[in-house]
């Protein structure tokens, strides 16, 4: 079973500027979740989706981060624009059962490293 | 709110044993134990759900009390496999403890 996979898997950019990173979950799996994992932390969730539709985007800062899970499969973070701040490896999981079951086991893809100069 | 874990970091000799603690200051139903080693994306491990349903993974076990709000992980006979980062979650694994680092040597 092929797991979650993401891309790009490293990217350096520039305060201001803008970046994209895409997440591909696991077969099947209806519940998504992009994490932010700042250097010696746990991850810190930003958004959720059930399907296509967000359950939690509270923590999500919303003036500059946007996701979007088109058709109910793969999914795309975007950071416009990025802050110094923002430097951290975001890591994409699915979980094959619904967002408000205690059996989410998640699995979690490679993560993105993003730099921020 | 997160949970907080205990310790910070641990340094364990093969097969010595090690205990690592998590918890949090809201009511609990559910914790979810993962291990992140260095460079890579969290594993599961275990969930631990209120009424005592647990699954255990190789000589790691956990526990759950629901009165004191803590789970406490347990790896018996360490093997240098279980270096690593272990975060507990709560609220259905969506908050993350900032992590116990376990460092085993040979």
């Known amino acids: 079973e092929a797991g979650v996979a993401q891309s790009p898997r490293y990217k350096i950019i520039e305060k201001r500027q803008s970046v994209a990173f895409w997440c591909n979950p696991i077969?099947?799996?209806?519940?998504l979740y992009w994490y932010q994992q700042i250097l010696g932390q746990g991850p810190k969730l930003l958004i959720q989706?059930?399907?296509?539709?967000?359950?939690?985007d509270s923590q999500l800062p919303k003036d500059r981060f946007s996701a979007e899970r088109l058709k109910g499969v793969d999914s795309t973070l975007k950071i416009q624009p990025a802050k110094l701040e923002d430097s951290a490896v975001y890591l994409c999981?699915?979980?094959?059962?619904?967002?408000?079951?205690?059996?989410?086991?998640?699995?979690f893809g490679p993560g993105t490293r993003l730099t921020v100069l | 709110q997160q949970p907080v874990q205990s310790p910070q970091a641990v340094i364990l000799r093969e097969g010595e044993d090690a205990v690592i603690n998590c918890s949090s200051s809201?009511?609990?139903?559910?914790v979810h134990w993962y291990r992140q080693k260095h460079g890579e994306a969290p594993v599961f491990l275990m969930i631990?759900?209120?009424?005592?349903e647990q699954k255990g993974h190789d000589k790691i076990s956990a526990s759950f009390n629901e009165k004191k709000q803590q789970s406490s992980l347990y790896l018996t006979a360490s093997q240098l496999s279980y270096s690593g980062t272990y975060f507990c979650?709560?609220?259905?694994?969506?908050?993350f403890g900032k992590g116990t680092t376990l460092s085993v040597s040979s």
């Open positions: 999981a699915s979980s094959l059962v619904g967002w408000n079951s205690p059996h989410n086991e998640q699995f």
């Open positions: 077969s099947g799996h209806a519940t």
């Open positions: 989706f059930q399907n296509n539709g967000v359950v939690d």
């Open positions: 809201k009511a609990l139903y559910s």
């Open positions: 631990l759900l209120k009424g005592g």
């Open positions: 979650g709560t609220e259905d694994a969506l908050i």
